[in-house]
Antibody, heavy 122, light 110 residues
Framework: QVQLVESGGGVVQPGRSLRLSCAAS????????MHWVRQAPGKGLEWVAV????????YYADSVKGRFTISRDNSKNTLYLQMNSLRADDTAVYYC???????????????WGQGTLVTVSS | QSALTQPASVSGSPGQSITISCTGT?????????VSWYQQHPGKAPKLMIY???KRPSGVSNRFSGSKSGNTASLTISGLQAEDEADYYC??????????FGTGTKVTVL
């Protein structure tokens, strides 16, 4: 069965960095694009970033562009999100999500992790 | 990348049908038939309910259906059940491999 397990969340001061990880199992990780989606406390979902199945193509929401970097290690079945210059409005539960379709078709998110909470506060 | 517009809340009695709208622009919903819908119960991760506008993943009840007209997508839940009470979000491809979610709708079963 597909499992996505995020880790790396915590409390961090504004301006500092944090790296999230998402360990994947139960499917051929290297065949699927992967996403990060976040949800601020009591708020709606916000798409953050996507990475292609091969790690070559990466795209970001305007709100994180230039500060966050998505990456993956297909040999370790792990997705990452490097978050730099963190701000208070980055406070959220961060979910990793698997694309429903293989290869370049990253349009839908069929499996989600349980999420990891990132709190940016001094 | 402005969020798609959804009603804040929709309610209905058990057995009734409800429809949730999701209004975007000609740059997202209107340009692509790549809309999906997600159900989220409190404290849980979202669950894919509809993709490609009207397709249901395996295991999702056929009481859930989706459609699109112009810049607006819709999710209809027929035969409303207590377990359908949750938050629902639409999501659309917005070009250049970016995505935008809706503002979310709280469904209440009366």
């Amino acid at each position: 069965q597909v499992q996505l397990v995020e880790s790396g969340g915590g409390v961090v001061q504004p301006g500092r960095s944090l790296r999230l990880s998402c360990a994947a199992s139960g499917f051929t990780f290297s065949n699927y694009g992967m996403h990060w989606v976040r949800q601020a406390p009591g708020k709606g979902l916000e798409w953050v970033a996507v990475i292609s199945y091969d790690g070559i193509h990466k795209y970001y929401a305007d709100s994180v562009k230039g500060r966050f970097t998505i990456s993956r290690d297909n040999s370790k079945n792990t997705l990452y999100l490097q978050m730099n210059s963190l701000r208070a409005d980055d406070t959220a539960v961060y979910y990793c999500a698997k694309s429903l379709l293989m290869w370049e078709q990253t349009y839908y998110f069929d499996y989600w992790g349980q999420g990891t909470l990132v709190t940016v506060s001094s | 990348q402005s969020a798609l517009t959804q009603p804040a809340s929709v309610s209905g009695s058990p057995g009734q049908s409800i429809t949730i709208s999701c209004t975007g622009t000609s740059s997202d919903v209107g340009s692509y038939n790549l809309v999906s819908w997600y159900q989220q119960h409190p404290g849980k991760a979202p669950k894919l309910m509809i993709y490609e506008g009207s397709k249901r993943p395996s295991g999702v009840s056929n009481r859930f259906s989706g459609s699109k007209s112009g810049n607006t997508a819709s999710l209809t839940i027929s035969g409303l059940q207590a377990e359908d009470e949750a938050d629902y979000y639409c999501c659309s491809y917005a070009g250049i491999s970016t995505y935008v979610f809706g503002t979310g709708t709280k469904v209440t079963v009366l």
